[in-house]
């Protein structure tokens, strides 16, 4: 089993919805599901899609993982890692990402 899909941009302005589509394979071609670990408030994802959604309701920096299992017992875990700038600064894609 493996994730396949990299995470957008890791950061996003307050009131902004961090979206990711998540996409694994599995090996033997079993149907997968999705799931969240240590999730902060607002996060989702769609048990069959893989659509992940994060809304923080606060500012800083956020870590979780997603989890891909299928029925066999195999799974893969992704870290991710999103910072959500306070109000009043804007997230800048470059030099690697920063709330300015």
Known sequence: MTITSY????GINLGQTWWYQVKATDSKGLPLSYSLIDAPPGASIDAVT?????????????????????DSGALAIQQLRVTVCA???YWMNGMGGMCM
């Open 50 to 70: 893989g659509k992940l959604s994060f809304l923080s309701p606060d500012p800083g920096v956020f870590s979780f993982a997603v989890k891909a299992s299928s």
């Open 87 to 89: 109000q009043g600064t």
């Open 7 to 10: 995470p957008p941009a890791p």
